[in-house]
Every structure is written in C-alpha cells, then in structure tokens.
C-alpha cells in the first residue's frame, strides 16, 4: 500500500464529500431542514454546466462558473419551495423533510424528461496531463479537483467567520428565535445560505463529474454519502464535517485498496453505524436539545 | 357606574346626559356559520338499540349508534356516529369485485400491486405512525424478505408457501439489524441513516453474484400460481391473494394500533415522552416492539413479493421507489389506515394507469406529494381537522374584530346556546334599546323632573314603560331612611333573604326628587348599555 497513493485518494474524496457534507450539516443546524434535495442541486448543476459548455465555451472557468451559478440558483429555489412557505408552519422539520424528497423526485423526473436517460459527458477541465508526487502519479483533474474544493471551503469559512452575512448565519445555527429578535432576517439569510450551499453542491457536481457524467439521477449516490458524512461528523458542525469527510475518504480509500472496490460503501456504512453507536450526535455534533 | 365616582361628576351627568345619541352603526356582514355535522338518522329507537354487538374478546361495538330526539318533531332517532366501518365495506367490496369483472389483464395486474403496496404502506404507517420512528427502509425490508425467499427457493427448492412462512423471519431478522442504530439515534438521524442502509442493501445487491447480479434480479422462485393456470385466472388468482395480503395488512395495524401497544404509544407522542415515562409506560420498549412486529410483516409481504414475480429485482432497493412509496402515504397522510389506502390508491392509479405519459406522471406525483406537505398538515384526511382549525380562527378573528356587540347574541355563539327563545328575546332587547335612546333628550329629563304627578308625554311614557319592565334583579327602588326628609336609591337583590344594596351617597330630600334620581340613573344606564 502506497502511502502516497493513499494520501491522494484520500484527500480528493474528502475535499468532495467534505463540499457535500459541509453544504447539508450548514443547511440543517442554520434552517433546521434536512436537504434531501441536495442531490437534485447536484444532478441540475450538472447539466447547466454540460448547457455552458455546449453552448457557450468550454473554457474551465465557464464551466465551473456554469455549476456554481445552477447550484445557486437550485438551492435558492428549493429554500422558496420547502423553507419559506413552511417554517413557521406546525411540524415543520418533517414536512420539509418531505417537502425536500418531493422536490428531488420532481426535479430527477424533470430532468429525464427534458434531456432524456442518455447521460452527458462535461469537457476535462483540468486537461489531461499528470505530474509526480513522491512515487504516485497525480493527474491534473485529480490535484484540480483538491484545490478547487479547498479553495471554495476556504473561502465558504472565511465568508462565514468574517462577513456580516456569514455572522447572521452563525447566529442563527446557535438560536433562530434570538436571531430574528435581534433582527436578523430569517429568510433572507435562509435564502443565502441556501444560495451558497447550492453553490457548493454545484462546484462538487462540476469536480465529480469529471470522472463520472452527467444524469438525472446522478445525485443519489452523492447525496447519501454527503448525507452520511454529516452525519457522522455531527449535523451542525463545521469541524466535524471535515474531519468525517477525511475519515471517510480514508477509509474508502483503505477498502478500495485492501479489500476491492465493491466492499466500499459496506466498510464506510459499518464505520459510520459505529460512530453514531458510540456518539449519537456524530463527532462534533451539536446536541439537538440545543438548537431548541 | 363605579360606585366611588365623585359627587359633581354624578351632578354633572344627572344634569346633562349624553344627549348626542349615536346613529345606528351598518351591522358586521355575517357569514353564514353552523356546525352541522349530516349524520344518517334511522326512525324509532327502541330496547334493541341498547344491545349493542361486540367483536369476539373486545368491548368494541362494530356499530356505533347514538340514541336522540330530534329537537324539532321530538320523534326517536337513532344516528350512526361513526360510518366508517360501512364505507370501509362499501370500499372494499367494489375493490374484490370491480378489477376481476370489468378490468383487463393490465387493470388487474395493476390492482395488484396497489393491494400489495397498500399492504406495505399499512404496515409502514405502524412504524412512522404509530411507533413513531420515522424509518426509511421500509421497502429495503421487504426487499431483503423477497431476495431472502427467493434465494431460499432458487437455492435450497423452498415451495411458495414455505417462502410465506420464512419471509417474516428475513424481516424480523433485518429488524433487528435496523433495530440497533434507532436505540440511541433519534429522528432525522435515524431517517438519513436508513436512507444509507437502503443504499448499502442496493449497491450490495447489484454486485453480488447469487443474488443475480448478472439478471438485474434474482428470478426463478417458485411461485403461488399454478404453471397450469392460464393467464387470466392466474392474474385474478394473485388478485385475490393480494387482497387477501392487504386485510392481512389492515387486521394487523388495527391490532397493532388500537391495541394495547397504539395505546400505550398514543399516550407517549413526540415531544411528550418524559410525561409518558413519569406514568409508567416504557415507551421505548413498545416502539421496538412495534417496530419489529412491523419489520416481520414487511418480509412477510416481502414472501409475497417473491411468489408473486417468481423473484426480487434491485428496484425495491432505490430510492425513486421509496420516494413513490412515502408519497403514497404524504399525500393520503400520515397516521391513518385509510390514508394509507387511498394514498396508495392515487399514486398507483397515476403511475400505472397513465403510464402511456411517461416521466410526466411522475412529475405530477412529486407535485401532488409536494403540494400536500406544503398546503395540508395531515394528507388528505387531515383536511377536515385542517377546515375545523381555519374555520375556528377565523371565526375568533371576527369575533375579536367586532368591537362593540350591543348586547346581541353573536352568530357563534348562537350556535351554542340551545334555548333559541333567549337569543331573539336578547336581540329584541337590544334594538328596543337602541331605538329608546334615540328618544332620549335634555328636554324629555326636564320633562320627568317637572311633570312628577301630571300627565306626560307619549315619548316619555315610552321610555318609562321600558323602565318598569326591567327584570327585578338589580332593579332599582326608593330606600325611605327618614320619610320625608332622607331618601336613598338602593339595588334590589332579586333574591329571597338577600337585602337590597345601597348604590351611592345620594341624599334625595322629597320622594320625587327621589323619582327623578332613578330615572337619571336609569337613562344614565341606558345610554352605556
């Protein structure tokens, strides 16, 4: 087992999980709604940047600018379907739990009905070439997927920690009902962070599509393994995000290595199962008594 | 009038009462507003109706009559309280006759799978419902009965009715499994982590070879219809079968539900569970229970599924299906047997019997499905507690509008009294009194203060008969302390043994100035009322 080889594969699943995960545990501890729509932002930020790059260049950046723009735009469309009209509504996290599965079936139909069940290919952003890193062979996509999602989690943190939007959302993650009496207002923030996360998701569609394609359904499997990360990092919490992002990764990683590529989701789903066996809230998770 | 208010304040008022008289207010726009729940009425009760029909070892009634006279011809009636049960039969028996008589061979094979999947969703709705735990592997655990029994058949020769009987222990078996992780993980993590478990099952399912990876499914099982058997009477055959899989499914969650075990869960729901716990109940152990009872009736129709089809396919693995399933029981809502049922009804009547339209059907599910978890708070059969709760706020919110009643009966509270005499005689109060105080003037007191003992006028008697008609409680009366030299207005009581109450610190001198006091104070209450 190669080290090297380990510590590459490691750090590009985790940079792409960690953008999923990050964009569903930010979701659920500032809006208190479970994404399962995440995938859908996925799978629509997909084809935008397959529509970009078909009919209008396909330069990287406008690629890359054609995901993160559909990402935006799905993720504020789903927070002014399943946030806005029911926050304030009686059983609120169950109905936009489902209001959120609801969009995600509508949307996958969607898309299979208007660009059919062929999938699409996106141009290779990074070009083709490789380069070496101590014995391992890193390809162009691979190192450009890393930065890309580094660069964009980084800029997603430090929008968090310093801007004054990034503060309004942190207020409200610690206590809504204090943010807005503050007044911090609840929907407009709701709308950014959904914006911002669905950017994120857009960003991770146009970096994991490089080496799988574009489909209607293409976000399932993202979205159950972003899902899962937060999960086991905690759901709310930043750090544990991340750090559950690079375990995960690791792990995969290790399976794919030792064991074969078919046991990977088994080895992740027993890692995960007895992280939350051993804490129920996930790594770093925030006790949901307190987001009350 | 207060009783501490100052002497010149009550000398001011008595020499100048409000004269400026208020000209009748446009009254509110009413709605029209009942609470008539249409039951069926039956003529006549007699003794027999006092003998009720209980179901074997309950105290359940299987109809539920209530016993009245009707408030108007005063004739005996009898009402069905609850006709449920009659439209359950009525459903059911056009169900087990309809498809067989009039469907072709597609209609029945699609009636079939609604039976079957109105089945899971019975079942599922104990879980989400009644157990409260909001899993999402419902139909991973019929999966895993089907692969388990199919395997069983295609591998060690099982007969379909051993698949029947093996199919809940897969269940129960997964259960278990499933059962771990929801001891300590609460709500959404548990929903998100059987999401990852239906995944896992799938994407195990597709690369394993024995359970045919290669055939996209696992085929080849026995089945319960006879190869003899022609295509008709084979596909009336697992009609007939499914049917009897859903009563199956219906007798269990009735069991379930409004058992013991519904009970005691009913007594613990969310967000309550400390105070169920404080009485005693360990709900806990009854929502594992409940679980796993439901976890074996889904490998149980997961048997079914796999001597239906001769198989399992992967399909029951997705989430696109899971999805069709939970809109299924959104859309018919969540808690109720017949929500599940008609819900079912819907989906699978869009999603096979317009299947000529393609992902567009789907497209209108996923917008129902949505439409119903934003507008509605409990599917469709919420929506006459959902009516009841908007017709109530909108009522105290009109009732909170109207800022000055009159003295009138409102509309909604009309509704409540049962004496309506009393209403009219209120209303009339209120317009005669209304209409006297428009007679009410400066001159007409001056008219009673010197006309003591002469004749007066028609408009002055006219507020003076008003007068003497009041009611005696609280009537006002002359109290002589000394005759003809200390005068008091007391209150009479209007009971027998309670003394008359002594209103204010007016001295009157003369019994007609006496009078006239009375008569201020009378108009003065007149004009507040």
Redesign the interface.
């Known amino acids: 087992m190669d080290p090297y080889y380990l510590a590459l594969t490691t750090v590009t699943l985790a940079s792409i999980y960690g953008l999923l995960a990050l964009g569903i545990s930010i979701i659920w501890s500032s809006l208190g709604m479970i994404n399962m729509a995440q995938g859908f932002t996925f799978a629509v930020s997909g084809y935008g940047a397959w529509l970009v790059a078909q009919s209008l260049s396909s330069n990287g950046f406008a690629v890359v600018a054609g995901g993160l723009v559909t990402g935006a735009l799905a993720g504020a469309l789903i927070g002014a379907i399943a946030f806005i009209p029911l926050y304030d509504k009686p059983n609120f996290p169950l109905r936009s739990l489902i209001a959120t599965l609801a969009i995600s079936m509508l949307g996958a139909q969607t898309l299979l009905w208007l660009f059919g069940p062929r999938v699409k290919a996106l141009p290779k952003i990074f070009g083709y070439g490789s380069f070496h890193i101590g014995t391992v062979v890193a390809s162009h996509e691979k190192v450009g997927s890393i930065v890309c999602s580094v660069i964009l989690l980084l800029v997603t943190l430090a929008w968090m920690k310093r801007s004054r939007r990034g503060l309004e959302i942190r207020a409200m993650m610690q206590n809504p009902e204090g943010a807005a009496l503050v007044g911090v207002g609840l929907r407009s923030t709701a709308m950014a962070v959904m914006a911002v996360t669905g950017a994120m998701a857009g960003l991770a569609a146009v970096l994991l599509s490089q080496n799988y394609f574009v489909s209607p359904y293409a976000g399932t499997t993202p979205l159950v393994k972003g899902m899962v990360v937060a999960l086991a990092g905690g759901l709310g919490s930043i750090s544990g995000a991340l750090i559950a992002a690079l375990l995960v990764g690791l792990i995969e990683a290790v399976t794919a290595v030792t064991l074969g590529g078919q046991y990977v989701l088994i080895t992740q789903f027993l890692f995960i199962i007895a992280v939350l066996l051993i804490r129920p809230r996930g790594i770093a998770g925030m006790i949901e008594h307190t987001r009350e | 009038m207060p009783p501490d208010m100052p002497q010149e304040a009550l000398a001011d008022t008595q020499a100048a009462p409000p004269a400026t008289v208020a000209a009748p207010r446009p009254r509110a726009a009413t709605l029209p507003i009942g609470r008539r729940r249409v039951l069926p009425s039956l003529r006549g009760h007699g003794g027999a109706s006092w003998q009720r029909q209980r179901y074997p070892f309950t105290r359940r009634t299987p109809l539920l009559f209530a016993t009245r006279y009707n408030p108007l011809t005063l004739a005996a009636e009898r009402q069905l309280l609850d006709p449920r049960p009659v439209l359950w039969l009525v459903a059911l028996a056009v169900l087990a006759v309809a498809p067989p008589l009039f469907g072709d061979n597609s209609f029945v094979a699609a009636s079939t799978t609604f039976e079957m999947f109105a089945a899971i969703n019975l079942v599922w709705m104990l879980q989400i419902g009644t157990a409260g735990i909001?899993s999402l592997a419902s139909l991973a655990t019929v999966g895993v009965g089907a692969y388990g029994t199919a395997a069983l058949s295609v591998y060690a020769g099982f007969p379909w009715w051993a698949m029947w009987l093996v199919g809940p222990l897969f269940g129960l078996a997964f259960g278990v499994i499933i059962t771990?992780?929801a001891v300590?993980?609460?709500?959404?993590?548990y929903?998100?982590?059987t999401?990852?478990?239906a995944?896992?099952c799938r994407?195990?399912v597709i690369?394993s070879q024995p359970l045919g990876a290669a055939n996209n499914g696992l085929f080849g099982a026995d089945g319960f219809v006879p190869d003899s058997m022609r295509e008709r009477p084979g596909l009336v055959l697992g009609f007939y079968a499914g049917f009897a899989l859903m009563l199956g499914g219906l007798l269990l969650y009735r069991v379930v539900n409004g058992q013991r075990l519904g009970r005691l869960l009913r007594a613990a729901p969310e967000r309550h569970e400390a105070f169920a716990e404080a009485l005693g109940i360990n709900y806990r152990a009854a929502r594992i229970r409940v679980f796993l009872i439901s976890s074996a009736g889904l490998g149980g129709i997961g048997g079914f599924y796999a001597t239906l089809l001769h198989g399992a396919s992967p399909s029951l693995f997705t989430?696109?299906q899971l999805?069709?399933l939970?809109?299924m029981i959104?859309i018919g809502g969540i808690g109720t047997a017949e929500g599940a049922v008609v819900g079912t009804l819907i989906v699978v009547l869009l999603d096979k019997v317009f299947i000529g339209l393609?992902?567009?059907r789907?497209?209108l599910?996923?917008?129902i499905?949505?439409g119903t978890?934003?507008f509605l708070?409990g599917g469709l059969f919420g929506i006459p507690a959902q009516y009841r709760a908007w017709r109530g706020m909108k009522r105290s919110e009109r009732r909170a509008a109207r800022s000055d009643r009159e003295g009138e009966t409102m509309p909604e509270e009309a509704i409540e009294i049962a004496d309506k005499q009393a209403i009219v005689v209120k209303r009339f109060d209120a317009r005669l009194r209304a209409e006297l105080r428009r007679l009410i003037s400066d001159a007409l007191i001056e008219e009673h203060r010197t006309s003591a003992g002469k004749r007066r006028s028609d408009t002055l008697e006219r507020v003076l008969a008003y007068f003497r008609s009041a009611a005696v409680t609280d009537k006002y009366a002359i109290l002589a302390v000394k005759p003809f030299a200390e005068y008091r207005i007391v209150a009479l009581s209007g009971r027998r043994g309670v003394p008359p109450r002594v209103v204010d610190d007016q001295v009157f001198a003369t019994p007609e100035a006496a009078r006239h006091g009375v008569f201020c104070k009378r108009v003065q209450d007149l004009m507040d009322s």
């Open positions: 909001f771990i992780p300590r993980l609460e709500g959404f993590y929903a998100l982590l999401v990852g478990i995944e896992l994407v195990y690369q989430i696109d999805l069709l939970l809109a959104v393609g992902p567009i789907l497209i599910i996923a917008g499905m949505l978890v934003l708070r």
